[in-house]
């Protein structure tokens, strides 16, 4: 009697984790979709919203071409929208680092012109620091497919030897710390790393600080009719960019080398 039990206890059982592999499946694959619809409806708000501000922007901008008019315009459209104005201006940052309808260097004078150096500072940091929370979850939820709606697999391929965990963390503060490189699309490659998000957002955040601040500095000497101060800080700040950028690209390539060199040790080990 008990051996004829125990067969069909044995096909119960398969038959239960059958049914729980199957609903397991289901499951995955509903969150799968409802992942990706929401992904797809947050990209078209993200395209649009940055479309239509960034059409707003350039509205505002249209003047006879010259500096004082353009500061000023730029100035009142912000200042139209009252109390909301920060809002505006937070939201222009934060769509700037996710879609980049317009140089970051462009609206971080804008904050300036705006709200002052220290204002716009702050602004700038916030929403810097929330786009790349943003960029980050969405990379580490969805990984490298979702990375190329964004930026050229090939961009991201040039970096891959950068993955050494140890070192993350000094990589981050480097390349942000470092005026003239791709700070916005080396976001969604960090997303793909090993390192933690609130370590990348503090890190990169604070390595942002100085070419933050000089922008802003930029903007206020614009507000204040200040032209000369202007022009040298921006001519300055661009010397130190392409120099920055030139660093920037040694760098990778001595990493690169390195990387190369200990995969070849590796292999004929």
């Not at 199957?22 to 078209?44: F, G, N, P």
């Not at 008019?69 to 222009?92: H, P, R």
């Amino acid at each position: 009697m008990n051996k004829n039990v125990e067969p069909e206890k044995t096909v119960a059982t398969e038959a239960e984790a059958l049914e729980v592999s199957v609903h397991q499946a289901k499951l995955k694959k509903r969150k799968r979709i409802i992942a990706i619809v929401s992904v797809l409806i947050a990209v078209a708000l993200f395209v649009w919203l940055a479309v239509y501000l960034t059409e707003v922007i350039f509205q505002s901008l249209e003047s006879d071409g010259s500096v004082e008019d353009t500061a000023k315009n730029f100035k009142e459209m912000i200042q139209g929208y009252g109390s909301w104005g920060w809002l505006v201006a937070f939201g222009i940052q934060v769509l700037q680092v996710v879609v980049s309808p317009i140089p970051g260097e462009f609206v971080e004078v804008g904050m300036g012109l705006c709200f002052g150096w220290f204002g716009g500072t702050v602004l700038c940091m916030l929403g810097s620091a929330l786009a790349a929370w943003v960029i980050m979850l969405f990379v580490k939820k969805l990984g490298v497919r979702a990375v190329e709606l964004f930026v050229p697999l090939e961009k991201i391929n040039e970096l891959k030897f950068i993955n050494n965990e140890k070192k993350l963390s000094t990589f981050v503060f480097l390349l942000y710390l470092i005026p003239g490189t791709p700070k916005d699309p080396l976001i969604f490659f960090f997303g793909l790393t090993k390192i933690k998000i609130p370590n990348f957002i503090i890190i990169s955040t604070i390595a942002r600080i100085p070419s933050i601040v000089t922008s802003t500095i930029g903007g206020e000497f614009l507000v204040n009719k200040n032209y000369l101060g202007a022009i040298l800080l921006f001519a300055i700040t661009g010397a130190v960019s392409i120099i920055g950028l030139l660093l920037y690209k040694k760098i990778l390539e001595k990493l690169k080398r390195r990387s190369e060199n200990h995969q070849t040790k590796i292999t004929k080990g």
